[in-house]
């Protein structure tokens, strides 16, 4: 294990890699979505406030779902880019749930350093005070999804999204609830530790119910202390 650490590999097939780290939110602007009414069974009426603008766009079904199953409303949110762009926008990730900020756990040092804040958490929004696991886009090519990576500052996260600006192994994107927190991150550069699906300690040296007993005590204490 030490000679591991020392060449930058980690005991179970974990590793830490240099990244450039990208912070973006749900707005249109960081997900490239507009809002639009709907004026045919083919056309939209995109609308901008700021500046003010209308305009007529074209308006198509998602071609990676069922025709039958897509929902229809009158005013809705729309694609302005990727191969998606004029489908209806759902915010959801790739895998098909909604993006979530890394939460720190209620004893880890950014929760201490904030004792207000952490009683409050506690008081009115208990739900919100185990930590929780963020939403990370990445390169499906070299991270496939459920790949767990931390990354300083931001926490624990898992790969649940991708973007086709997203090329590499040293690019990630850290969803954000806000857009004035998606800001104040930027773009950074962290030392990321990369733990791939099914290859952590516990997958290649216990059996399947230690394996899941295992897992689930290390999920409860980062949720405590990360």
Same mark, same amino acid.
């Given at each position: 294990? *030490?000679?591991?650490?020392?060449?930058?590999?980690?005991?179970?097939? &974990?590793?830490?890699?240099?990244?450039?780290?990208?912070? @973006?939110?749900?707005?249109?602007?960081?997900?490239?979505?507009?809002?639009?009414?709907?004026?045919?069974?083919?056309? @939209?009426? &995109?609308?901008?406030?700021?500046?003010?603008?209308?305009?007529?766009?074209?308006? =198509?079904?998602?071609?990676?779902?069922?025709? $039958?199953?897509?929902?229809?409303?009158?005013?809705?949110?729309?694609?302005?880019?990727?191969?998606?762009?004029?489908?209806?926008?759902?915010?959801?990730?790739?895998?098909?749930?909604?993006?979530?900020?890394?939460?720190?756990?209620?004893?880890?040092?950014?929760?201490?350093?904030?004792?207000?804040?952490?009683?409050?958490? &506690?008081?009115?929004?208990?739900? *919100?005070?185990?930590?929780?696991?963020?939403?990370?886009? &990445?390169?499906?090519?070299?991270?496939?999804?459920?790949?767990?990576?931390?990354?300083?500052?931001?926490?624990?996260?898992?790969?649940?999204?991708?973007?086709?600006?997203?090329?590499?192994?040293?690019?990630?994107?850290?969803?954000?609830?806000?857009?004035?927190?998606?800001?104040?991150?930027?773009?950074?550069?962290?030392?990321?530790?990369?733990?791939?699906?099914?290859?952590?300690?516990?997958?290649?040296?216990?059996?399947?119910?230690? =394996?899941?007993?295992? $897992?689930?005590?290390?999920?409860? *204490?980062?949720?405590?202390?990360?």
């Amino acid at each position: 294990p *030490f000679r591991g650490l020392i060449w930058g590999r980690m005991p179970g097939g &974990a590793t830490r890699r240099e990244m450039e780290t990208t912070a @973006y939110c749900s707005c249109g602007k960081c997900c490239c979505w507009e809002h639009g009414l709907m004026v045919g069974p083919s056309h @939209y009426l &995109a609308m901008h406030l700021k500046p003010f603008s209308l305009r007529v766009r074209r308006r =198509r079904s998602n071609p990676y779902q069922d025709k $039958k199953k897509q929902k229809k409303f009158i005013f809705d949110r729309y694609w302005t880019a990727t191969t998606l762009q004029g489908c209806p926008y759902e915010g959801l990730t790739a895998v098909g749930e909604l993006p979530r900020q890394a939460r720190p756990g209620p004893l880890n040092a950014r929760s201490l350093r904030r004792p207000v804040v952490l009683a409050a958490r &506690a008081c009115l929004f208990p739900w *919100f005070l185990m930590g929780q696991t963020g939403t990370i886009a &990445a390169d499906l090519d070299k991270y496939p999804f459920g790949t767990r990576m931390y990354v300083p500052g931001y926490g624990w996260g898992r790969v649940e999204d991708k973007g086709a600006a997203i090329k590499g192994e040293a690019r990630l994107d850290l969803f954000f609830h806000s857009h004035e927190a998606a800001l104040q991150w930027g773009r950074q550069r962290r030392k990321v530790k990369v733990v791939p699906p099914n290859e952590e300690w516990v997958d290649k040296h216990l059996p399947q119910p230690l =394996r899941t007993v295992c $897992k689930r005590i290390d999920r409860t *204490f980062h949720a405590i202390f990360s």
